[in-house]
């Protein structure tokens, strides 16, 4: 398929990352139907773009008027119809491969035939995802970053079966989106960005369990020094501490003592109000 045969857009999940993608393919101008299992998932997520469009709207960052892009998006639990007619999916749910296969086992029975099959996973194999797809040339792994109305990298990721067409097509609407693209050729594990990514957050994670440093002072020292726009514990507080923490334990990491605290505690950073930082009294920290 190519990318000008692009018209309908499914998103597979109203989470974080979901919903982040279902607005900014909406504000490229494509038709996006987002879909969760609940409707209060589905709420939620859809809250969220609204909320970010009128964000960006006041700071003049977006070309149509926020109901435009709103009324580009459709919402719906029903997975058979959310895919019926589109061209392009964007799987965005749990990162369990157990769920991920039926996901694609079912994608395969109600997806048209041609349309490219994209996972956002950031954790797990893309050959072992589509190996569940009747078809597994047509899927890819389409990487976004949180948060994606902000983020411009996305990884397009090739599965060993994925072809050069899907591969290409994916690379090519990445573009439409106003994002920039990378291709990662090996499905290795974390792709480019969370393998480079990982050890940096896993450094700061030993230091505060070991007592090396506090969460404040390792933060402080990666953007005052390094010139980065969070420290690794305002991110994984941005990220969430349980997505880390799936990641590492896919990858069979030992997990710090900080993480594992965190997650036993359930406090999994901005999304419930506290992680590392307290998010009670509203976002931001201040690191002076
Ligand atoms: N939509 C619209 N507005 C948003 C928003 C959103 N989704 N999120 C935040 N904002 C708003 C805030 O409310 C705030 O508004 P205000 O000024 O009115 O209070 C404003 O944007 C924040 O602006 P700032 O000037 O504070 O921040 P910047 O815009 O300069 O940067 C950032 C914010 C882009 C998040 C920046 O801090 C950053 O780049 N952080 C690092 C993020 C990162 O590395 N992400 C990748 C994580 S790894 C990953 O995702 C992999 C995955 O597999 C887990």
Do not use: C
Not at 55 to 83: C, F, M, Q, S
Not at 164 to 185: L, N
Not at 198 to 207: K, T, V
């Amino acid at each position: 398929m190519d990318v000008d045969e692009i018209e309908r857009v499914a998103v597979l999940g109203a989470g974080n990352m979901g919903h982040g993608i279902t607005e900014v393919v909406a504000m490229a101008g494509y038709q996006v139907t987002m879909r969760d299992i609940k409707d209060e998932f589905v709420e939620d997520g859809y809250e969220s773009i609204q909320w970010s469009l009128e964000k960006l709207a006041e700071k003049d960052r977006l070309d149509d008027a926020p109901e435009d892009v709103l009324a580009r998006i459709d919402t719906t639990t029903d997975l058979e119809e959310a895919v019926a007619d589109v061209d392009l999916v964007v799987e965005a749910a749990p990162e369990q491969m157990e769920l991920k296969h039926d996901i694609f086992s079912d994608l395969s029975e109600y997806a048209p035939e041609d349309a490219i099959l994209a996972t956002n996973t950031s954790s797990l194999s893309i050959s072992e995802i589509q190996s569940a797809a009747d078809d597994p040339s047509r899927v890819v792994g389409m990487h976004f970053f949180n948060p994606p109305v902000k983020m411009d990298l996305v990884e397009v990721i090739y599965g060993e079966d994925t072809d050069d067409e899907t591969a290409e097509t994916t690379y090519a609407f990445v573009e439409s989106i106003g994002k920039t693209p990378i291709y990662v050729r090996k499905d290795v594990n974390g792709f480019v960005v969370n393998s480079v990514l990982g050890p940096f957050m896993d450094e700061a994670a030993w230091m505060v369990s070991n007592d090396e440093a506090t969460i404040r002072e390792a933060d402080a020292a990666m953007v005052h020094e390094r010139g980065y726009p969070m420290g690794p514990f305002e991110l994984g507080d941005l990220t969430g501490i349980d997505v880390g923490y799936h990641v590492r334990k896919e990858a069979g990491k030992e997990i710090p003592p900080i993480i594992q605290e965190k997650v036993d505690a359930e406090e999994l950073g901005r999304k419930t109000g506290k992680g590392y930082y307290d998010y009670e009294d509203g976002p931001g920290v201040d690191y002076e």
